[in-house]
């Protein structure tokens, strides 16, 4: 079945830097990748998501996906309090009907 | 509106007695997902609806069952709570199948005594 795993657990990052995550997933026959995000209390919101081995960019936040390697990323450029979150990576199985997520990763940025 | 809507949003429940939760949305999705998640812990896929049809995951076939009466409500019902359900219920739909937007609920926290 399916794995995805996320690293890091967390993660502290100080206001205007960048922030990193990775995702890694077990399945080569993934079609779709994608990143939601959760500040406390709320519920889950997607961020972001790729079909295609490259790079996607929205705004601060850009995805990289590299089949291949089984590995795909989340980047925070300029990162802000508001940013402070949980991170969701999933990946799509059961042949595209469902989605299967990783553990998270705490993100806290520090003003 | 992307609402998702969950009730009640803390359950409160004895070992051996049922559980019903209840999700809805108001935009016409096809598809909607109920989700387990424990601290630390991955999100757990246990069932989701396309339209009619109920797919159940292999490994909580038996400890979940789901109703969809109409295409905006879908309910979770736990038979015989046990302590290990305690856990925050995710529900989230989405217009298409897993490759599409889920969005979800605020969710519903159960703890079972």
């Known amino acids: 079945q399916q794995k995805v795993q996320q690293s890091p657990e967390s993660l502290i990052v100080p206001e205007g830097a960048m922030t990193s995550l990775n995702c890694t997933f077990s399945?080569?026959?993934?079609?779709?990748f994608a990143w939601y995000r959760q500040h406390s209390g709320k519920a889950p919101k997607a961020l972001m998501s790729?079909?295609?081995?490259g790079e996607k960019e929205e705004g601060r936040f850009t995805i990289h996906l590299n089949k291949a390697s089984l590995h795909f990323s989340l980047h925070i450029r300029d990162s802000q309090p508001s940013d402070s979150a949980l991170y969701l990576c999933?990946?799509?199985?059961?042949?595209?009907?469902?989605?299967?997520f990783g553990t998270g990763t705490t993100v806290s940025v520090s003003p | 509106d992307t609402t998702v809507k969950q009730n009640p949003r803390y359950k409160l429940a004895r070992v051996g007695k049922p559980v019903n939760l209840i999700c809805s949305q108001t935009?016409?999705?096809?598809?909607m997902y109920w989700y387990q998640k424990k601290p630390n812990q991955a999100p757990k896929l246990l069932l989701f609806?396309?339209?009619?049809?109920?797919?159940r995951e292999a490994d909580t076939f038996e400890k979940f069952q789901s109703s969809r009466p109409n295409n905006s409500f879908c309910s979770l019902y736990i038979g015989s709570a046990g302590l290990e359900y305690s856990a925050m219920y995710l529900c989230?739909?989405?217009?298409?199948?897993?490759?599409?937007?889920?969005?979800f609920g605020p969710g519903t926290r159960l703890l079972v005594l």
């Open positions: 989230a739909s989405s217009r298409g199948q897993g490759e599409d937007t889920q969005y």
């Open positions: 399945d080569s026959a993934s079609q779709y």
């Open positions: 790729i079909f295609s081995n």
């Open positions: 999933a990946v799509s199985y059961q042949g595209g009907r469902a989605l299967i």
């Open positions: 935009m016409n999705h096809d598809t």
């Open positions: 609806y396309y339209d009619k049809i109920l797919n």
